[in-house]
C-alpha cells in the first residue's frame, strides 16, 4: 500500500462514517442472515427449547408460564429494537398503553426461557406493564393493584435467529395477594393485549410524543406451539376455570408495520441504493476526501 492510500484512507474514513450511515446499502445482506420458518418466528420446541417459561420455587417445582404472545421477525426492522424511541418494540407497547417497571424498578422475580435459538435459558429481557392510561406512573397502580402484564425474551441466538418478541403475557393479582394470576388470567391477558391493539389504532395523543408513530398489526391466534392443557404450567389450580384447563394453547403471533414514517426517517429511507446512487455516492465521497 502507497503512503498517499494510506493518507487517503485515513483522511476519508470518518468522513464515510458520519456522511452515511455505512451498513444502510448493505441492510439487505444483514436481513438475509435472518432466518425463520417462514412465519417470523422458530418454534422452540423443535430446537431444544420450550414454550413455557422457567419460573424459580414453583410448587410442585418446575413449573413455567406461557409463552402466549409472538411479535414475529416479519415486523418491521425498526419495531425489533428493544427501545422506547424510533418506532422500536418499547415504543410500540408504549403506544398501546404498556410500560416499564414502575420508577425503574427491577423486576424481582425474574424469570427465565430457553426459545431454542442457541442461547439456552436466559432471563427476561423486560417486563412491561399495563399503565392505566399514565405512562408515567400508571405502572406503579399495576404493581400495586395487579392487572395485565408480560415478560419477554427476543430469539436472536446464532442458531436460529429470527429477532420475534416471545412474550408471557398474564393478568395478576394486586400485590397483598402476593400476584397470584386471576382465574383464566393468561388467556384473558393475552386476549386483553389484543383488544387493545385492535381497539387503540388512534394512540392517545396524551402519551408521550416518542408515541406518536402509527403502527398496524396483523393478529393471528395460531394452535400447536402451546397445548390446550394445564401440565407444567405455574398456578395452574387457581387458573383453571369450570374444568377448562388453564391455557387454551393458542398464540397471538403479531407482525407489526410502521404506517408512516416521521419526515427526516422518511428522507433517509427512500434513498433508492441502486448501483448508479452508490457509484454516485462513491464518486462525491472521492471529491469530499481528496
Ligand atoms: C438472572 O437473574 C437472576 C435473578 O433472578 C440473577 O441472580 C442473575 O445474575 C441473572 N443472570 C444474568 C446473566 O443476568
Ligand atoms: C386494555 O386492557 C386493559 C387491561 O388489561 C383494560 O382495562 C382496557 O379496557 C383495555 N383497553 C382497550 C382500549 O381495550
Ligand atoms: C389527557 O389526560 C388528561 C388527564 O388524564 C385528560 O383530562 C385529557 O382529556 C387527556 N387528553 C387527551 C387528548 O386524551
Ligand atoms: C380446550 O379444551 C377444553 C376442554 O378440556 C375445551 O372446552 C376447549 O374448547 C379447548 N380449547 C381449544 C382452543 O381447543
Not at 502507497?2 to 485515513?10: D, E, G
Request: charged share 20%; aromatic share 8%; with cysteine.
Amino acid at each position: 500500500m502507497t503512503a498517499k492510500t494510506i493518507l487517503f484512507l485515513a483522511l476519508c474514513t470518518p468522513q464515510l462514517a458520519t456522511a452515511f450511515d455505512i451498513r444502510s446499502p448493505f441492510s439487505f445482506l444483514w436481513s438475509a442472515s435472518r432466518r425463520d420458518d417462514g412465519d417470523g418466528y422458530y418454534d422452540p420446541n423443535d430446537h431444544g427449547g420450550s414454550m413455557l417459561t422457567e419460573v424459580d420455587g414453583t410448587y410442585p417445582e418446575g413449573l413455567g408460564e406461557p409463552l402466549n404472545m409472538i411479535v414475529s421477525g416479519s415486523s418491521d426492522a425498526e419495531v425489533l429494537v428493544d427501545q422506547e424511541t424510533d418506532g422500536g418494540f418499547r415504543n410500540y407497547w408504549l403506544s398501546i398503553g404498556f410500560g416499564a417497571e414502575c420508577l425503574g424498578q427491577r423486576d424481582a422475580l425474574q424469570q427465565r426461557a430457553n426459545l431454542g435459538d442457541g442461547k439456552g435459558s436466559v432471563n427476561q429481557s423486560s417486563v412491561l406493564r399495563w399503565d392505566y392510561g399514565d405512562p408515567q406512573l400508571g405502572t406503579c397502580t399495576e404493581t400495586i393493584q395487579g392487572g395485565n402484564h408480560f415478560r419477554y425474551w427476543v430469539q436472536n441466538g446464532d442458531d436460529q435467529n429470527s429477532g420475534a418478541y416471545f412474550m408471557a403475557c398474564s393478568y395478576e393479582m394486586p400485590l397483598e395477594k402476593h400476584h397470584d394470576i386471576v382465574p383464566n388470567g393468561y388467556n384473558i391477558g393475552r386476549d386483553e393485549i389484543v383488544g387493545n391493539i385492535t381497539r387503540s389504532a388512534v394512540p392517545t395523543l396524551n402519551l408521550t410524543d416518542s408515541a406518536t408513530v402509527p403502527y398496524s398489526t396483523d393478529i393471528k391466534y395460531v394452535s400447536g406451539l402451546l397445548s390446550n392443557t394445564s401440565d407444567g404450567v405455574n398456578h395452574y389450580s387457581t387458573v383453571e376455570e369450570n374444568g377448562r384447563p388453564a391455557i387454551d394453547g393458542l398464540v397471538a403471533v403479531m407482525t407489526v408495520r410502521i404506517v408512516e414514517r416521521p419526515a427526516s426517517d422518511a428522507a433517509s429511507l427512500t434513498i433508492p441504493w441502486t448501483l448508479p446512487t452508490i457509484s454516485a455516492i462513491v464518486v462525491s465521497l472521492l471529491a469530499i476526501c481528496l
